[in-house]
């Protein structure tokens, strides 16, 4: 079977006895929560067991992102809707290996739950074969071929819903998430930011920088406010409001560790 770090592989997600039972012992690996330690996630990710080392797993983790991205865009799905299912996709293989399960697949699914979650659903026509083509963008041929030979679309659509099947799963069926575009523009609301003022895209791109790494898996949404807000606000040399002996950060509910974690977590993207 090709992994799915192989280019030339389609999708499979593994569906053996053997395969079902590993994936319940992993998904119950790290409990119920899910947030991290960078070291946690680091040590205990799946895909090392079975010789993915970091760095290689920090590159596929981008690479499913950009074909989110790319996807989403193409569905004309809401940014919000694509952060979703990056998210979806962090948390799967936090608790399944890249080695065992196709991640073109896996993020097809994703953004396939995301639109239903988020209530911007696309037909799972649509999202197959629009997924096909960005597969397959290489072959100008293969977004018609999938349309014109029923065996291609049935195999692929065999394969996302077996794959939502496996994310259901993995994840518990737990599709509650929350992003930290709300508290960031709650925030910058409150302070009374100049409208002409850079600092909220900066800090908004900041956010959506971060949903390609497992910032997500380690810091809560307001956290990730806070940090994108100090750091857009350091980049820019803005000073950001304060109210007597009340700083702007306590209003995030988030410590100075927290702050400086999250902050240098965002440093290493630059």
Not at 165 to 173: D, P, Q
Not at 178 to 190: D, F, S
Not at 228 to 252: E, M, R, T
Request: glycine share 4%; charged share 25%; proline share 5%.
């Amino acid at each position: 079977m090709a992994k799915p770090c192989d280019s030339s592989h389609h999708g499979v997600v593994d569906n053996s006895s053997n395969g079902s039972q590993a994936r319940r012992e992993e998904a119950g690996k790290l409990g119920p929560s899910w947030y991290f330690s960078r070291r946690e996630i680091e040590e205990n990710s799946p895909s090392r067991r079975d010789g993915i080392d970091l760095k290689k797993e920090s590159s596929i983790r981008k690479l499913y992102c950009k074909f989110l991205q790319e996807l989403g865009m193409a569905l004309k799905m809401p940014q919000v809707t694509i952060a979703t299912a990056m998210v979806f996709c962090h948390r799967f293989y936090l608790r399944q290996s890249l080695a065992k399960n196709d991640r073109r697949i896996i993020a097809t699914v994703c953004i396939f739950l995301a639109g239903k979650v988020e209530e911007t659903p696309k037909p799972l026509k649509d999202v197959i074969v629009v997924s096909y083509g960005i597969i397959n963008k290489n072959d100008p041929k293969a977004s018609q071929r999938i349309k014109q030979q029923k065996e291609i679309y049935d195999k692929q659509k065999e394969l996302i819903l077996l794959g939502e099947r496996v994310v259901l799963v993995t994840l518990g069926f737990d599709l509650n998430i929350n992003h930290a575009y709300k508290p960031l523009v709650e925030a910058i609301r409150r302070f009374n930011i100049d409208k002409r003022s850079p600092l909220p895209q900066v800090a908004w791109n900041f956010v959506n920088d971060g949903l390609r790494t497992s910032l997500c898996l380690q810091f809560e949404p307001h956290h990730i406010a806070a940090g994108a807000i100090y750091l857009a606000a350091k980049f820019l040399k803005v000073n950001l409001p304060s109210d007597g002996d009340k700083i702007w950060w306590q209003d995030f509910d988030v410590t100075p560790r927290q702050l400086e974690d999250c902050s240098s977590k965002f440093l290493r993207l630059i």
